[in-house]
Structure formats: C-alpha cells, structure tokens
C-alpha cells in the first residue's frame, strides 16, 4: 500500500514528499480553502513538489461544468488527477473524461455499489472515505475490504484510495483490508513514524556508543 498526502498545504507536502515516503497528493475544496489558496496555483506548485498523482477537485454539479473544469484542471501538468463526486452526473463526466484519456478519481464513496458504478464509467481511482463512516457508526474499514473483494474477484484494475483517514490504526487497518493506497493528513503520518521503544532504542544505542567512546578514552 501506498501514501498519499491528504492536504494542500505546500509545507506539509515539502516536508513529507521530503521523507520520502508519499508518492501522491489529494487535495479537496475544503483542503484549498484552509490553505487559503487559488486551485489552480495550489496544484500547479504541488505538481512541481511531487512527482505523482496529484487529484483536484471539480465545483460544479453538473456533467458539462465538471468536463469543463476536469479538462481545464488536467491541462495544468500530466499529473493531475481529476476528482469527481459519486453523482449520476459526476459518472457521466468521468465516462467522457476517461475516454479522453483523462484519469479520475471518484470521490465520496460510501458503498460497494458506489465504487462498481465509478469502475464502470471508467475511474483510475475510488476514494472510500473511512472516518466519515464510522462518524456515523458504520464501519469504514469494512468498506475498503468488500471494495477491495470486489474489484480481487472481477479483475476491475481501478485503484482504492483509503481517503479521511483519521489515525494510524485506520492505515494499518486499510493496508490489510487491501486499500491500494492511504491518503493521509500530515498529523496522522507523523503519528505513523512513532513508537515509544523506537525513541529509547535511539537513546539507549547513543549512550552505549558514547560510553564506549569514553571508556577508550576517545
Ligand atoms: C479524500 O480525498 C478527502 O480529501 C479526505 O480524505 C476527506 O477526509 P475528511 O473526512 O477528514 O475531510
């Protein structure tokens, strides 16, 4: 399973893309009003940070503004992935935007069903949105594992995006229920790097090798 980074902030990304361990970024209309950033701008300054994946979201509702915008968001750079909502319109879009060689990815996915029809109408991409399921007491990571059944049993080659991740728990969970990919906000993939004995592993190698050094008179 791989990370993607789940925010616009071009700091964040920096420092996580500088880690080396994500190899994609999502952004949502939420996201670019927090970062208090123009769309546009935004993704064409992540696109230069990160070499990957890189999804954008379309504003309107309806199939012809969001071909619109899709076609307008992808021409930016070869790495943006348009982010479309699980709407009747929003698949009618998809179906014209892949068929232009455009790759989508559907966003708010609540349901197996949800992600076939995304899948039929031509999505690289599914983004089943975990904390918000169990919010309401369902159970998202149950999702990520019948999506994940689902597509194994069909040979359908779209890609899970593990989306509103909300603690490292959620990204174990979504690696074993077969998510393809987590997308992650910068807080929970810090959380990720920790452990208690990871730390006093550290120190407790550092002061061995410090004694040592001392005891040879070094
Ligand atoms: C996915 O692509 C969304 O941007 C995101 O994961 C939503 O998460 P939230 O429920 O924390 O807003």
């Known amino acids: 399973m791989r990370f993607f980074i789940d925010t616009a902030d ?42 990957g994946p890189v999804s954008a979201e379309v504003i309107s509702l309806d199939r012809e503004g969001m071909i619109e915008e899709g076609r307008s968001l992808a021409a930016l750079h070869p790495n943006v992935v348009v982010k479309i909502p699980m709407t009747p319109e929003g698949m009618a879009a998809t179906s014209v935007l892949s068929a232009e060689g455009i790759d989508v990815n559907v966003t708010l996915i609540f349901s197996p069903q949800q992600a076939l029809l995304a899948a039929q109408a031509g999505a690289a991409y599914v983004s089943p949105f975990v904390g918000r399921l169990d ?64 730390d006093s592993g550290i120190e407790r190698f550092l002061a061995d090798w410090e004694g040592a050094v001392r005891g040879n008179g070094r």
């Open 10 to 51: 071009i700091d964040q990304i920096r420092t996580a893309y500088g880690w080396g361990v994500i190899s994609g970024v999502t952004t949502n209309p939420s996201l670019i009003a927090k970062a208090g950033r123009d769309l546009k701008e935004a993704i064409l300054e992540i696109c230069d940070i990160v070499d």
């Open 135 to 198: 919010d309401i007491g369902e159970d998202g990571i149950g999702l990520i594992s019948d999506i994940a059944s689902i597509f194994n049993l069909h040979d359908i080659p779209v890609e899970i995006i593990a989306a509103s991740i909300r603690h490292p728990k959620h990204v174990m969970d979504a690696a074993l229920a077969g998510a393809d990919i987590a997308t992650v906000p910068f807080g929970v993939l810090e959380k990720c790097f920790k452990h208690p004995l990871t």
